[in-house]
């Protein structure tokens, strides 16, 4: 799926990958086997609709890398879905799993449909069709799925019970993002957005901006945007604008976060939310804020309006949402970008934390996930802040700096079999 402005994700991690690379001193063999994914399975499968016709649909899985322990990444149901967006997202969760210092590979999965023409129906049985496609791919030990785009608890509940029926024993390990009452683990679905928050607040403290009263634009009002944007209001910050499919709504006094995630469940969208102006999603990027979260798809900032970025700081909650143009745009400009592969890594903390807690069936409460999730989240912080300043890079390039040596490493120590 091209970006917006017509740019190929793969392309872009690929850029981002030979540009941290160039700094670091990596044996050529190994870059170039960190270039491409370690495998891709498409699949091309049958759905029964509801009238009785037959629907074909297709599907992918990606495993970009294994060295550093199983593959880990989202599964996604969009309309624009391609195998190009899937091995630039499997590539970016090696990254984020290695910044963040938790042993994954980066994996993704996807199929090209628009669940909103599906009945529930439909759904379930296109969900339980793909993941037994994949199936050959799919294990607790080798590659756990997770929710991402379009996908949510309840999708996760059905590839872990149409996993679990082939196994012939129930394996809650299989999958993250599940239910609570079927092994999901407290604090998932609101993780990522958490962790997001988590970010804005050290972006803000090192820009030397107070957080009470701190201004902030989300673009894209799922799950993502919705629980960042109530951690952010609890935080003392002003969410004064935010845009999804439907439209865009701003208000300078702020906008009360709850009450429009209400207001989107019951209207499916935050256009007419009442109170607020109507703003579209250029505008939004052109507010004049403290902090701009993207947390859409992929190539939202690119080359044609990133010269209209009026924010201090990006905190990125989406996936490859600015492209390498439009971030030298804004290292021009002096805006301080906190990339996806730390800002919205909490996701994928949590994540893990709920395969252990699946594999060793013992669970932690919220108060403890959380505080898990701030001190692996407050390292990586940490971590990253200095290699930018000890190498005199941006965030971005500091982060896969960091990443892409933690696999290049793990490659090297295991050694190439046979």
């Not at 590979?105 to 199929?111: E, L, M, N, R």
């Not at 607790?140 to 509940?157: C, F, K, L």
């Not at 290292?331 to 970008?337: D, E, F, I, Y």
Request: charged share 20%; aromatic share 6%.
């Amino acid at each position: 799926m091209a970006t917006d402005n017509g740019m190929n994700p793969y392309e872009m991690a690929l850029q981002q990958l030979e540009e941290a690379a160039g700094r670091l001193d990596l044996q050529p063999g190994v870059l170039d086997l960190l270039c491409k994914p370690k495998r891709e399975l498409t699949v091309n499968f049958p759905v029964l609709m509801d009238d009785g016709r037959v629907r074909v649909f297709t599907g992918y899985r990606v495993h970009h890398s294994t060295v550093r322990g199983p593959s880990k990444g989202g599964i996604r149901f969009h309309p624009r879905v391609d195998l190009d967006e899937i091995r630039a997202m499997a590539m970016w969760m090696t990254w984020k799993c290695a910044v963040v210092n938790i042993p994954y590979g980066g994996a993704k999965g996807g199929v090209a449909v628009d669940p909103k023409e599906l009945s529930l129906r439909e759904l379930e049985r296109l969900t339980r069709r793909y993941i037994t496609e994949i199936s050959i791919l799919v294990s607790p030990e080798g590659d756990i799925p997770a929710p991402d785009v379009n996908t949510n608890p309840q999708i996760m509940a059905w590839i872990m019970d149409t996993y679990s029926m082939h196994k012939g024993y129930t394996t809650p390990a299989v999958v993250t993002g599940k239910p609570v009452e079927i092994g999901g683990s407290e604090g998932r679905l609101m993780a990522t957005g958490r962790g997001v928050a988590y970010c804005v607040a050290r972006a803000l403290e090192r820009r030397g901006i107070p957080i009470e009263g701190a201004t902030v634009a989300i673009q894209g009002y799922g799950n993502v945007g919705s629980s960042t944007s109530m951690h952010l209001q609890e935080m003392g910050c002003r969410v004064i604008g935010v845009s999804d499919i439907t439209g865009g709504v701003y208000d300078p006094a702020g906008l009360d976060a709850r009450e429009l995630r209400r207001y989107v469940s019951a209207h499916g969208g935050v256009a007419g939310f009442p109170g607020a102006s109507s703003i579209s999603n250029q505008e939004l990027f052109q507010l004049d804020c403290d902090v701009l979260v993207p947390a859409a798809l992929e190539g939202q900032i690119n080359g044609t309006n990133a010269n209209g970025v009026r924010a201090r700081i990006i905190v990125e909650g989406a996936n490859g949402p600015t492209t390498p143009e439009a971030d030298r745009i804004l290292q021009a400009k002096g805006v301080l970008v906190v990339p996806d592969i730390l800002a919205n890594a909490g996701g994928v903390i949590v994540s893990y934390f709920e395969w252990v807690q699946g594999l060793q069936f013992l669970f932690w409460s919220e108060a403890e996930i959380n505080q898990r999730l701030e001190q692996t989240m407050g390292k990586a912080c940490t971590e990253v802040w200095g290699m930018a300043e000890e190498k005199g890079v941006s965030l971005r390039l500091a982060a896969l700096m960091l990443a892409v040596r933690r696999v290049h490493d793990a490659t090297i120590l295991r050694g190439i079999y046979p």
